[in-house]
């Protein structure tokens, strides 16, 4: 296979995975209850509904405080979807290191996502997204065995 082809297999899906870092930081970001995009595992988590959980007095501004929390995990999702699109179009991931850098970061972050959504959030809408993750990065593992350095 030509080298420039085998290349673009190399950098295209890594581009994905920060696009679709990106665009998963932006929903949770601008949606008024991100906390129920995942409703079903979020109250199985907790043992309870969330309708249960804000009609307690005590908890009235807990929504305030569930949307900073998403809010929050939305800006560093943007950010590092962000850091990694521009880190492919910098480097085009051309030489080894900058590969087997952002091979051994993604790895171990998406090992520790895996590990956090099967131990507390099994039932997560997620899951396909991180299987679709996982194939992209093992597509650009695989391809980068292939390129000539």
Known sequence: MRQHIVHSFIWFPIFLIGLVTLVLGLV???????WLLDQP??????QTTFKNLFSLEINKYLPSYLKVIYQFLGL????IGLLILAYVK???????????????IMLITLFGIFYLVFTFLPTSPL???????GL?????LGFSTQLDD
Not at 127 to 132: A, C, E, K
Not at 136 to 140: D, G, K, R, W, Y
Request: charged content about 10%.
């Open 90 to 104: 910098v480097t085009r991931l051309a030489t080894a290191q900058a590969r087997n850098a952002m091979y051994f």
């Open 136 to 140: 992209l990065l093992i597509c650009s």
């Open 41 to 46: 595992p979020n109250e199985a988590l907790i």
């Open 28 to 34: 949770w970001v601008c949606h008024p209850e991100p």
């Open 76 to 79: 560093w999702l943007i950010t």
């Open 127 to 133: 899951i396909p997204v991180l299987y679709i993750l």
